[in-house]
């Protein structure tokens, strides 16, 4: 089932009941049919219209059910303006600007929708990358100083399949280090055995040959020639960069750029579809496949919960 609204008219006229969304969450988390979670049984009744009932195991699912929609006390209507606001626009939006578009009470709860919905972005068991990879790694942000956390840069590491002269798909991650251990559990992660990766003459590439054949182009320290030698990641860098600055102002902490490093592959990996409608159904897709997150862990990203703290997003508030 690929069934998306192809326009803003075409969603606005569709969504504009519970009753469509909920429909539509239904058809699109269940597309052959609801399955008992507890027993994967295929019979059931529907309780309400959010509730079915198995008819093997008399278990009651909700169609949010471990969802980023469970428990929430907002219409769907509303929720799906918002994800169709995140996708239809090619750059995406920012807490700010949903939070007007949507006329939402506080920059807050924007904030932690946008965060529940990049959640949703990075798709869990997701194809690697294959045939060949340019991987480099290179600093990204500085970005506002908000409290104690110091705004020094953040090391990402980027991969990125040659297509021809163009770039296929990407994938990158926020890493503590450059040291060999760090880079190759990315490569190991996100790169199919037997690839061929592409890297400078880093020490920190130097395992990559056990499970991939290894180009190396030259030596470390020539920023000019990386750019030119590994030109598919640098270019991915440079948008990623643009991005930052234009949509979210470079407002963004490291505490959570991995979020924005997800929401930017998965744009960036979608950004030939025809139809903006395509991203809201995979969005749609993705957000009823993944475990819900209290906001306290959007807060404090694998650290234990605390109070809120310096650590939002870089607030104009
Ligand atoms: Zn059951």
């Known amino acids: ?18 009753a469509a969304c909920w429909a539509y969450l239904t058809r699109v988390r269940w597309p052959e049919g609801f399955r008992c979670p507890v027993c994967g049984g295929a019979k059931a009744w529907p309780v309400r219209a959010v509730l079915w009932q198995c008819a ?21 209507t509303i929720w799906f303006r918002a994800m169709w606001c995140v996708t239809s626009s090619k750059t995406g939006t920012s807490a700010l600007a949903l939070k007007q578009v949507l006329g939402l009470g506080s920059y807050q709860t924007a904030w932690t929708w946008l965060h529940k919905l990049r959640r949703a972005m990075i798709r869990p068991g997701r194809d690697r990358l294959a045939g060949r990879v340019e991987v480099d790694e290179t600093f990204v942000g500085g970005g506002a100083a908000q409290g104690r956390s110091t705004a ?37 992660d996100v790169i199919e055995p037997g690839s061929e990766v592409h890297t400078d003459g880093w ?14 182009s030259f030596l470390r320290g020539h920023p000019a020639v990386a750019t030119e030698l590994l030109p598919r990641v640098h270019r991915v860098v440079a ?17 959570h750029l991995d979020y ?5 592959t998965f744009r960036f990996n979608r950004r ?8 809201f159904f995979r969005l749609v897709q993705q957000a009823v496949a993944i475990e819900p997150v209290p906001y306290r862990r959007l807060v404090q990203p694998g650290a234990r919960p605390r109070r809120r703290r310096h650590n939002r997003l870089g607030s104009p508030e």
């Open 272 to 279: 030939t579809s025809r139809h903006r409608g395509k991203l």
């Open 1 to 18: 089932m690929e069934d998306y609204p192809r326009t803003q008219a075409e969603f606005e006229a569709r969504f504009v009941t519970e």
């Open 56 to 76: 093997g195991c008399g278990r009651q699912t909700s169609v949010t059910a471990g969802t980023i929609f469970q428990d929430t006390r907002t219409p769907l």
């Open 203 to 216: 020490d920190g590439y130097e395992r990559v040959k056990t499970r991939y054949h290894h180009r190396v």
């Open 152 to 188: 020094t840069k953040a090391l990402v590491v980027v991969a990125a399949e040659e297509v021809g002269r163009g770039i296929g798909r990407i994938r990158m991650r926020r890493i503590p280090d450059g040291k060999a251990k760090t880079l190759q559990a990315f490569i190991d």
């Open 260 to 264: 924005y490093l997800d929401e930017f």
């Open 239 to 255: 948008l990623l960069k643009r991005w930052l600055l234009g949509t979210h102002q470079g407002a963004v902490s490291h505490a």
